[in-house]
């Protein structure tokens, strides 16, 4: 069993000890003429100087992200908390992934009023409105999650596509509306065999 907190500080570690100076994103038209898409170019250099790393989960993704033989960068709609006991446990946001993507399609009264939004963006092929709310755990710790629709460039992942539904990103949800993957360079070791292996 993969030991996440232990992976995360490793990549931590791992990209403080070399940081990246500058992020060149790779171009897509599509994604830079997408007013939300393209915020990623100009917040990218922000957040991999001042962005937290942390996890991100998947709610929905393109599946062409997911094959070999259709190499095309895309967009998903992911959820992250910068709180640090969500990233020692990220199941937490598997859950709420999957608790997101299970409304989808539901009438809109049986939606939580405060989650309404965000099936509407998960359902919608054009909104890419970002969200933000809170949830707390048994013991009644909060943290504040948060939606977005993103680009999913295949370049930063081994393999060159998804694997998992959870990796590593830079992320500063007070400053940023997007976030940006980790590139794979930083992975530690431990998480990446869980990648190629596909126990994420």
């Not at 500058?22 to 915020?39: C, G, H, Q, S, V």
Request: charged share 25%; glycine share 4%.
């Amino acid at each position: 069993m993969i030991d996440f907190g232990k992976e995360l500080d490793e990549m931590r570690e791992n990209y403080l000890r070399k940081p990246m100076k500058k992020l060149n994103l790779p171009r897509e038209t599509w994604a830079e003429n997408d007013k939300i898409f393209k915020m990623m170019y100009i917040e990218c250099d922000y957040l991999i100087h001042s962005g937290t790393i942390c996890y991100a989960h998947i709610v929905q993704a393109n599946t062409v992200l997911f094959s070999l033989w259709l190499p095309s960068n895309s967009a998903a709609n992911l959820i992250y908390s910068t709180e640090e006991w969500v990233n020692r446990d990220p199941s937490v946001l598997g859950n709420v992934a999957h608790d997101l993507f299970s409304f989808k399609g539901k009438r809109f009264e049986e939606i939580p009023p405060n989650l309404r939004g965000i099936v509407s963006a998960i359902t919608s092929e054009y909104d890419r409105s970002p969200y933000s709310f809170q949830i707390s755990d048994q013991n009644g710790r909060p943290a504040i999650m948060n939606f977005n629709a993103n680009v999913i460039f295949r370049e930063y992942f081994p393999g060159f596509r998804l694997k998992g539904s959870i990796f590593p990103v830079f992320a500063a949800p007070d400053k940023c509306i997007s976030v940006v993957v980790l590139p794979k360079k930083y992975w530690s070791k431990g998480f990446t065999d869980a990648w190629n292996n596909k126990q994420l």
